[in-house]
C-alpha cells in the first residue's frame, strides 16, 4: 500500500512528528514516500528509518502559505492510496484539501491505526474515543506523540520536483506576536503559582515555562490577595476564572476548596509542593513533592528537551 | 455581498458525554450549542455584511433540532436560513458533507464563506479547505479578523511569528479560530424578528448529492480510557520522569 | 461550569421557543455582567451604569408592556427574566422591576396619551430611569393613610411630603409618585429637576446593595398641570403597579433559590469531611432535597400564575400567594445554603449570604409576607383582619 507522508516542519528543518508519520505509515503496512513542501527537511527526512523515497517538492507558491495552492502543488507529483499528515493547523488544511481534489474521505487527529484501515481518535474534545474503518484511498491526520516515531538510519533516495500552483492568498502585511500572554480562560496548558512561590518576582519562572510551552499563567486568591503586582486576571478560583484545560499545574498552590472549584474539571492536574498533605494532591494526577526552587529549573530542563 | 455562514449544531462544550451501547447517547445530552469556532465566524459575517451590505444566509446540514441554532443565528441578524436536513451526521463521510455543504452554498447564490475551524465535536478541520475546494474558491484558514478594502477581502490570520494580513478575493472560504470579537447578544428585537424567518428545508437529494454509500464506518464509541490514579512523587528529582508521563501517558504535552 | 438552573418538572418544556430564547439571553447577560462583578458593586454599595444601558438594549425593560417601543413580551417571559435577573442579584432584578412594573406601568395603562409617548420610548431604552413613590416613613403597609399630599394652584400642582425606600430614587429621571389631591390618592409624574424635590440615596443597607434606595422630599414641589396620570384614581393606582411588580417577584425569588441550590449542590460535593464529600451525610442531603421540593412547587406556582396572567384570568390574591410563597421558601433556601457552606457560606466567594440578606428586603416590600398572608386570609373568610376597626 503506497502511502504519501506530507512532512510537517518547524522553521527550517523537520517537526520531530514527522518521523511519527512514517512510523504510524509502517505500522499499517504502508510504503512511505515523504512529500517536502519547498524542499525543507528533505535530507533530514531521507534519514528516517523506514522511508522509500523523499521528493523535494520546490515552487514559486511554497514562498508564503496558501494551503490549496501547496495541496494541489503537492498532489501531482505523487498518487498514493493513503496520505498521511500531521494534525497541525497546516496539515490539517493541506491533507484536508488535497482530499477534496481527490475526492477522497479524510478522518483527522487520529491517535491509533490498525490495517484495514482502522482509525481510533478522540472526540468531543476527548470526552469520548470513536474507533471507526475508513476506505482506502483515503486521507488521515495523525495527532503528535500518539505515535512511535520511526527510528534515524535511513537513506532514502531524495529526488527534487518543480511543480507550483497558483496562489490565491496573498500576503500583505506580517505582524509580529505581541509579547502578551494567553488568557487563562483560553489556554489549553496553564501553569498557575500561589502563595507558596515566595513573592511576585518568581512568578517569573512560571512566565519562562509558559512561554516555553505556549502556556497562560494563573494565579490563586491567596497570590493575587498579597501582591498586587499579580493581577485578579489571573485568578483561578471560585471568584476568579473557571477553566478546563488538558493540562494545569499548580506551583505552591496549598488546594483550598475556592481554588479547586476554579480547576479540578482540567484533564490533567499535576502539583508541585513542598508539603506532602497539601489538599492539591487529593486532585492531583501527577503530584511532586518538593520545593519549587528545586522542582521549577528540573521541568524547565525538561520542557526544553521536547 | 452574498455571504454564507456554516453552522454546526454540537453538544454545549459543557455538557457530558456518555456512550451506551458502543455508542455516544445522543438523547442524554443536555445541552445543544452552535459550535464555539463557527459562533467567531458568525460575528464576523455579520460586520462584513453590516459594513458593505449585502445577504447573509445561515446554513446548516444536521438533523431536526438544529433549527434552533438556526434561529438563533436569525436573532443576531441572519437574513436567511437553510437547513439541509440529515438526521444521523455520523453516517455520512467528509467528502459527503462538504459536498452538500458546497452544493448549499451555489444553492444560496454566495460566494464569500465563513465557517468555523473545527467543530467542538469531531475537531477536525476538514470542512473550509474541502468545500473552498469544491466552489473553486480561494482558503484562508486560522482567521480572526475579516475586513473588505473595496475591492478584496482581507483576513488576519495566524502565521508561525504571531498574525498576517492576507488579501483574497471572492470566491473565498474564511475558517476562523478565536476572533477578535464575541458573537453578539441577541436583543427581544432580534428574538421577535427571529420568529419570521423560515428556514428553508431541503434534503441531499433536493440538491443532487447521493449519499448512500458512506467510506467511513463507525465501529464503536468509548469513554476515555480511565486516568491512572493520581501518582505521587518525592523530590525534584522525579520531574523528569513525570514529564515523561505527561507526553506519553497523558498525551498533554 | 456553565450555570445549570434546577428544573425538576421540565418547566422548560412547556416554554415558546421565544420564551426561552428570551430567558437564555438574559441568564448569559448575568453570567457575563453581573456574576463577575456583582460582589464588588455590592461592596462598593453601587448599581453600575453601564448595567442599565445593558438591560435597555436587551429591550426587556418593560417587558409584558404592549406599544410605544416596549417589548411586548408573553408575562411568562417576564417573569423569566426576573427569575434570571434575580439568580444573578435581587437588586439587578428590582431594578429592572421599578422601571418596568412600578413606573412604565402606571403610565402605561394610566396615563394620557401625550405622557405615554413622551415618556415609554425613553424609559424602555433605559435612557430615563423610573422609581415609584408610595411608601412613607410612617406608612408602609397602610399607604392608605398616606400623607404627602398635592394642592392644585391653578397652573400647577404643589406636591408636599416625603417617600421612603424607593429603589432607584436617586438615579431616577422621573418619579411616579401617589399623593392626595383634596383626599383621594392620584399619580403624578415628577421630573428631576422639578423645584422643590430632592432624592437622597439612603446608605447603610445591610440588603440590596448593589440596589440605589432612596428618599424622595418634596418641599412645595411645583410640578406643570399635564403631570397628572388622568385615569386612575385611589389605591387602585399604585395596586395595580404592585400586582405586576409582585408577579415578576415570584418568578424572581425562584431564581435567587436556584443559585443558592446549585451553589450548595456544587459545594456539598467538593467539600471532603472524614474523607467523605458532605453530599454523602443523610443531613445534607435532606437539606437539598427539601430545596427541591420547594423550589419545583414555586416554579410551577410562578409558571401557572404567568399563564393565568398571559389569558387575562388572574386575581390578585394569586399573586399574593406566589410572592408570598416563593420568597419565603427562598430566604428559607438561601439560610439552608449558607448553613451547607459552612464557614465558607459567610464569605462573598459564595453568593449565598448575599442572596440571604437581600431576600430579607424581597420578603418585606411589595407587600410584606403577612400582609400577603392577610389578603388570602379575606379571601378565604370574607372578613378582613388587617386592622382592630374602630
Redesign the interface.
Known sequence: MDVTVIAETSGDGLHPVTAQLVGAAASIGGTPTVLCAGGTGAAEAASISGVAKVISVVGDCFGTFDGAAWAEALNSVTGGDVIIAAASPSGREIAATMAAIRGIPIVQDATDLAPGISVTRPIYSGKAIETSTITTPCAITLRANAFDAAGKGGSAEVSTVNQSADVAVAVREAIAKASERLDVAEADIIISGGRGMGGPANFSHLNEIADMIGAAVGASRAAVDTWEEIPHGMQVGQTGKTVTPSLYIAVGISGAIQHLAGMRTSKYIVAINKDPDAPIFSVADYGIVATWEAALPALKEELGKL | MGIAVLLKQVPDTTAKISVSGGRVDESAVSKWSMSPYDEYALESALQLKESGGGDLVAITCGPARAAKMLTDAAAVGADSLLHILVEDLNALDSTQVQTILAAAVAHSGSDIVFCGKQAADTNAGSTGPGVAHLMDASCVTMVSEVASDGSSLTAMRASPNGNERVAVSAPCVFAFDKGINELRRPNVRGIMMAKKKVAEVLGPADLGVDVSASSVSIVSHTPPPQKPPGQKFEGADSVAAVVGKLRDEANVI | ??Y?ALDFYDIDSLLT??ER??RD?VR??VDEKIIPNI?KACRDGVFPDEWRVDLG????LG?PLEGYGC?G?SYIAYGLICQELERGDSGVRSFASVQGSLAMYPIWDFGSEEQKNHYLPKMTTGEWIGCFGLTEPDYGSNPGDMITRAEDKGDHYLLNGAKMWITNGTIADLAVVWAKLDGVIRGFIVEKDDPGFTAPEMTGKHSLKASVTSELVFQDCKIPKDRMLPHVKGLKGPFSCLNNARYGISWGAVGAAQSCFSSAR??SL???QFDHPIASFQLVQNKLAWMLREITKAQLLAYHLGKKKDEGTWIAEQISLAKMNNVDIALEIARMARDIHGA?GIL???PVMRHMANLESVKTYEGTHDIHNLILGRHITGIQAFTRES
Open positions: 461550569m456553565a445549570e421557543d421565544e430564547m428570551v439571553m448569559d447577560w460582589e438594549e436587551m429591550g426587556i417587558a417589548p413580551l456544587e459545594y467538593s467539600r471532603i465558607n462573598d466567594e459564595y
